[in-house]
């Protein structure tokens, strides 16, 4: 009886990897498409990275660079070395460590 509720779960993982390899791949033939088609496949963000600079006093200074424009893809997920459009118009503000 233990082996039914751990292979519905098993199945259930692996139908959820399966599907969302689908979305991905189905995704990226659209964008294809987008791109073979010349329709709007890319699109521009502006975008503002800012430093984050630790100090000796265990403060951190922030320090902001120029603004500049990033190419991104209209579609659900980040490809072709892009991020998505959705995502970078909802985080125009970068955040770089240091």
Do not use: Q
């Not at 984050?52 to 951190?60: E, G, H, L, N, Q």
């Amino acid at each position: 009886m233990a082996n039914g509720p751990r292979r519905v779960f098993g199945r259930l993982i692996i139908g959820a990897v399966l599907a969302t390899a689908l979305v991905y791949a189905g995704d990226f033939l659209v964008l294809r498409y987008r791109i073979a088609a010349n329709k709007s496949a890319f699109g521009t963000v502006t975008v503002t990275p800012y430093y984050a600079v630790p100090r000796k006093d265990k403060k951190i200074e922030y320090m902001f660079d120029d603004p500049h424009d990033e190419t991104c893809v209209n579609s659900l997920f980040p490809h072709l070395g892009d991020g998505a459009c959705w995502y970078l118009r909802k985080h125009k503000e970068r955040r770089i460590d240091l």
